[in-house]
């Protein structure tokens, strides 16, 4: 049997066994590409291949800023300023039809600027828009829906778990991706905002508009988001001048968010305790993510078969933009199937080439692809957003997809968007940096 | 019953020291900033990030199993019958023990290679080794969490024959 068709066969095996087995995907991808590497090359290799590989992954530098990016959030979220950055938005933009779900999407996107994962965002997000919305008699599909599409900005919105995860793998400079990703992230945030104001106008009993607020009580309201603003502003500013490392840009932010919240008094010992907790399994969950992708990487990398997918996609001669649609549609598609990340790591081998060679800069095709991502994550079967969204709220699973379900076009738009001027949409930014 | 206390005092030392790791390497990254600043650098601080990154994540290995925070792709599995669920998870357990008791046994035989040549780190010339027999014990720990699971679906509520 040729190593092409084994690599096929590997990657059926890793469905069949992620839908019929209860392993989890980072497992299961682990689990294939080791007992495929043991049947390509022998299964002295494949054991040397899981000790090695594992102790690479775990004490990589670069992926040291996951558990760091993580904890500023966590860190954030617990001592409240979740509810202080909904608190401003409320009282600068509730007062519209669909305010509250607009303020949602927009305090999502304030956290973002802190938090590098959307089950972060989505979490502080349900526990803290729903039960308003609920109070309002929003409907629970406008609800539930603003919420987890707003979450998706966590992991779109620098500092992003994709992007450094994108960077590391491909050799792109972090800063350049995080400065590349403003004007993307600012589009999707416009084009998800716009879908509420769609939705309200389409179902104008579905979001009351809210009360409306003195000049004086919304500018009362803003120290909460200024701190904030503080502390993305120097994750930005140190990756733009290039003097320190991701790393180290990830460890001064939790740093100092640890100084501000102590200095506000807003963190206990007990939500301290919580934060680290939260942060150990979430980078935890990550990394083995990361650490499966990479070893079922590594085998189809040894049957050949990205190289051989390489030249079969080549070989039908279609215009370059179609090759690339074509690309992001199996993104769409394998985001159903299986987790968002993993599916990039094992997807990347073989169309980042691919993609190179059409002459798609890597920084553009990075935003392009974190865009698809997050998309993933609120797409039926497995749409992390909305599991914990509806975990959370009590809301039907069902129902918290169909309301995501509203937010897809902008995801779409975007992506267009970006695809009509790569230059002005991402590298003028992110040829800035050093 | 000893040995689930057993493996819960196990996961409970790996993630305090998870945690002392995640705070120890904050601090290093940032102190190592900040003398840069000053012009006196820490030679070698991004080996030491790097290792105590090692610990974080292998720190966190075996709670994060008991809690079950792994994406599962249970859409089909969840319509099976009960009796075919519960025989699933016997397999997937069996499988994930498997899996990852090579996982820690590999960790360690590369350990052992490092401890045996005397392989030391690029630039701060330290012995890496216990590092890596860190990383070995938190994929033991999580060995055993997922036999503990196995031993549980076979005689729920510690039950035995």
């Not at chain 1, 073989?350 to 993933?376: A, K, N, R, S």
């Amino acid at each position: 049997m040729s190593g092409p068709v084994i690599g096929v066969l590997g990657i059926a095996a890793m469905f069949v066994i992620l839908f019929s087995l209860r392993i989890p995907a980072a497992f299961t991808m682990a689990l294939v590409g080791f007992a495929g590497i043991a049947l390509v090359t022998s299964v002295e290799a494949a054991f040397g291949i899981v000790g090695t590989e594992m102790w690479n992954i775990f004490s990589s530098y670069g992926l040291t800023v996951i558990p760091l990016f993580i904890l500023v959030g966590e860190i954030v979220h617990y001592a409240g300023y979740n509810t202080g950055l909904y608190d401003a938005t409320y009282k600068w933009f509730g007062h519209f039809r669909g305010g509250l779900a607009m303020t949602t999407i927009m305090a999502s996107a304030a956290f973002s600027a802190i938090s590098g994962s959307n089950t972060a965002t989505a979490a502080t997000m349900s526990a803290v828009a729903i039960p308003a919305m609920k109070e309002y008699r929003y409907h629970p599909m406008l609800n539930a829906g603003s919420v987890a599409a707003g979450a998706t900005l966590g992991v779109l919105i620098p500092p992003s778990i994709v992007l450094v995860v994108y960077g590391l793998y491909t050799g792109q400079s972090i800063g350049k991706l995080f400065f590349g990703n403003i004007i993307p992230s600012a589009v999707l945030t416009v084009a998800i905002l716009g879908t509420v104001v769609w939705i309200c106008r389409v179902h104008p009993d579905w979001g009351a508009a809210g009360p409306r607020f003195t000049w004086k009580e919304r500018i009362r309201a803003l120290p909460e988001a200024i701190d904030i603003l503080v502390l993305f502003g120097i994750i930005m500013y140190a990756l733009f001048t290039g003097v320190v490392t991701a790393t180290e840009a990830a460890a001064v932010s939790c740093f100092l968010g640890f100084a501000i919240c102590l200095a506000r008094r807003r963190l206990t010992w007990r939500k301290f305790l919580d934060s680290m907790t939260d942060t150990l399994r979430i980078s935890c969950m990550v990394f083995m993510i990361v650490a499966g992708a990479v070893i079922f990487a590594r085998f189809l990398t040894i049957t050949r078969l990205p190289f051989e997918a390489a030249g079969w996609i080549q070989a039908l001669a279609l215009p370059r933009w179609m090759v690339l649609w074509v690309i992001l549609l199996c993104y769409i598609v394998g985001g159903c199937v299986m987790d968002a990340l993993a599916f990039l790591l094992v997807s990347l081998p073989i169309f980042y080439p691919l993609v190179i060679q059409l002459g798609y800069d890597p920084v553009w095709f990075g935003q392009v692809i974190t865009i698809v991502t997050t998309m993933g994550s609120i797409m039926p079967p497995i749409g992390i957003c909305c599991y914990v969204v509806s975990g959370m709220s009590g809301i039907p699973l069902g129902t918290v997809f169909r309301g995501s379900f509203y937010y897809m076009p902008s995801y779409i738009v975007s992506i267009i968007i970006l695809m009509i001027s790569p230059y002005w949409t991402v590298l003028v930014l992110s040829d800035l940096v050093k | 019953m000893g040995l689930e206390r057993f493996s819960a005092g196990l996961r409970k030392i790996l993630m305090v020291a998870g945690g002392v790791s995640l705070l120890a390497l904050t601090l290093l990254a940032t102190a190592n900033v900040a003398l840069r600043i000053l012009r006196v650098p820490v030679g070698g601080a991004y080996e030491i990030v790097s290792f105590l990154g090692a610990i974080v994540t292998a720190g966190a290995l075996g709670f994060t199993q008991k809690r079950k925070d792994h994406i599962v792709v249970d859409i089909l599995s969840d319509r099976f019958p009960v009796p075919v669920k519960r025989a699933l998870d016997r397999v997937s357990y069996a499988i994930m023990f498997v899996l990852f008791s090579i996982v820690s046994w590999q960790t360690f035989v590369y350990g052992m290679r490092l401890l045996a040549t005397g392989e030391l780190s690029e630039t701060l010339r330290i012995a890496y080794y216990p590092f890596v027999f860190g990383v070995c014990l938190g994929f033991a720990v999580l060995a055993l969490t997922i036999l503990l699971d196995l031993v549980e679906t076979v005689w729920p509520g510690g039950e035995r024959p």
